[in-house]
């Protein structure tokens, strides 16, 4: 996989309830005796908060387009109200599961691109951003750029962190290239809490790109994408503790990161870890690593791991190939 990491220069409202209370004995008298009353029915005091089952179904289906299915399913069992308004929704998250299981062959069917583009299309015109997305997805790898960006344009609007992200990340790439339009969308989503959108807003800040050069405010993104479990960012946040670029120099915290993203298979982290391992005695440890890198691709980590297998016995050497071989990948946003 390549991996684009450091740049180089050429490149709300709360809802109101009915009060819980114990009645006393005049209040008790008073509910038997309209009880007792031929045809009256008991009247309940209204609350003190907004009516939310009173917005209008356009406004409550913008608001959850984005909704994931257990939001989305939550959100129809407030009132009978929004269940019918969303009811688009939740079909759209049917057609969603239908597309995604077309698009990676799973669930019993066998992987079918058009189809699963058909299940989404239906799924964006019933509202949901999410299908709008994965619609996206689709026509980006097809080339069709125009349409890809149309579907991101929609998400975005109403407000879906992926569809932000990749809008901005299709500005980058768009001919003509649009970096400012790409910054305020990547910043859109990194606010969010969307760290794909943080890493590569980092990168623009980092390289200029749609806004002055900015050292300090591109480390912390990417120490901010890092912290949210992103691999890219992780090895980007350790150069920069480790150069002093943009944070406080400080070579724990870069040993730190670098493992991190070693350990989640940043295959140019591996092979930096296999190193400082190796520069400290490590040598099983070591092998691991530059073993695992040089699976990656890292041709540079082979000539090292060489090297240390030299210096091990042949049942040291076999163990550390038989932790590389058993060796998986923490979990990761990537």
């Not at 996989?1 to 114990?22: E, H």
């Not at 939550?74 to 698009?103: H, I, N, Q, T």
């Not at 990547?186 to 990168?203: E, F, N, P, V």
Request: with cysteine.
């Amino acid at each position: 996989m390549k991996q684009k990491t450091w740049p180089d220069r050429s490149d709300g409202v709360r809802f109101t309830a009915f009060p819980l209370s114990t009645p006393n004995d005049n209040e008790e008298n008073i509910i038997l005796s309209r009880r007792s009353k031929i045809g009256s029915k008991p009247s309940l005091s209204p609350t003190d908060g907004p009516d939310f089952s009173a917005l209008p179904f356009d406004i409550l289906t913008k608001i959850a387009a984005s909704f994931n299915f257990p939001n989305l399913l939550a959100a129809s069992l407030v009132c009978r109200s929004w269940r019918d308004a969303l009811r688009p929704l939740r079909e759209a998250m049917m057609l969603l599961r239908y597309g995604k299981r077309f698009k990676h062959g799973r669930g019993g069917v066998r992987r079918n691109l058009d189809k699963a583009l058909d299940s989404f299309l239906k799924g964006a015109a019933r509202g949901s951003t999410l299908a709008m997305v994965d619609a996206g997805l689709i026509y980006w790898e097809r080339g069709l750029k125009e349409e890809a960006i149309a579907l991101y344009q929609k998400a975005a609007a109403l407000g879906d962190p992926a569809g932000q992200c990749n809008l901005g990340i299709s500005y980058l790439h768009a001919q003509p290239q649009n970096h400012k339009e790409a910054v305020k969308w990547l910043h859109q989503a990194s606010i969010g809490g969307y760290t794909r959108a943080q890493y590569q807003l980092a990168l623009c800040l980092h390289q200029g790109l749609g806004v002055h050069r900015n050292l300090y405010e591109a480390a912390k993104w990417y120490l901010k994408a890092a912290e949210g479990g992103y691999v890219r960012a992780m090895y980007n946040a350790s150069l920069c503790y480790s150069s002093g670029v943009g944070l406080s120099q400080s070579r724990r915290q870069a040993r730190k990161w670098m493992r991190r993203a070693a350990d989640r298979g940043h295959s140019k982290a591996q092979f930096e870890h296999g190193l400082a391992l190796f520069s400290e005695g490590e040598m099983m440890k070591a092998v691991v690593y530059l073993e695992l890198a040089t699976r990656s691709g890292e041709t540079a980590a082979t000539h090292v791991k060489n090297v240390i297998l030299q210096q091990l016995s042949a049942t040291s050497r076999e163990r550390a190939l038989l932790l590389a071989d058993n060796w998986r990948a923490l979990p990761s946003s990537r």
